[in-house]
C-alpha cells in the first residue's frame, strides 16, 4: 500500500503564495507520475498540475497556468506544488495522486493513490 501525506495548506490573501508538498511512502511498485487535483464546496474534483517521472514533462490546468509550478524530488518521494499570484478562486482542499505512470496523467481516474488533502484559502 502506498500513502500520500500533503502539507503546507492555510490561509493567504489575494496575490500571495503557497507552497504545498506531498509525500509518498509504503510500498511503491515501479516508476510513477505525481498529480494535484483541488475540490472546492459544491463543485467536482478537478484536475491541476502533472508532472512526469523524470520531472521533465509538466501539464497544467488553464485556470492555473503560470502561475502554479508543479515539481519534484525522488531521492525524497516528494512532489511540490508552488502557488503564486493566488486568487479567491483557488479556494479548495488540494489532493495529490499517485499514478503508476512514466508519462503525465490527467485523467483522475487513472491515478491509483490518493491523499487525504490540505485545505487552502485564498481571502480577498
Known amino acids: 500500500q502506498v500513502q500520500l501525506v500533503e502539507s503546507g495548506g492555510g490561509l493567504v490573501q489575494a496575490g500571495g503564495s503557497l507552497r504545498l508538498s506531498c509525500a509518498a511512502s509504503?510500498?511503491?511498485?515501479?516508476?510513477?507520475?505525481m498529480g494535484w487535483f483541488r475540490q472546492a464546496p459544491g463543485k467536482e474534483r478537478e484536475f491541476v498540475a502533472t508532472i512526469n517521472w523524470s520531472g521533465g514533462s509538466t501539464y497544467y490546468a488553464d485556470s492555473v497556468k503560470g502561475r502554479f509550478t508543479i515539481s519534484r524530488d525522488n531521492a525524497k518521494n516528494t512532489v511540490y506544488l508552488q502557488m503564486n499570484g493566488l486568487k479567491p478562486e483557488d479556494t479548495a482542499v488540494y489532493y495529490c495522486?499517485?499514478?503508476?505512470?512514466?508519462?503525465?496523467?490527467?485523467?483522475?481516474?487513472?491515478?491509483?493513490?490518493w491523499g487525504q488533502g490540505t485545505q487552502v484559502t485564498v481571502s480577498s
Open positions: 509504503g510500498r511503491i511498485l515501479s516508476t510513477y507520475a
Open positions: 495522486a499517485l499514478a503508476y505512470s512514466r508519462v503525465i496523467v490527467t485523467a483522475r481516474g487513472a491515478y491509483n493513490y
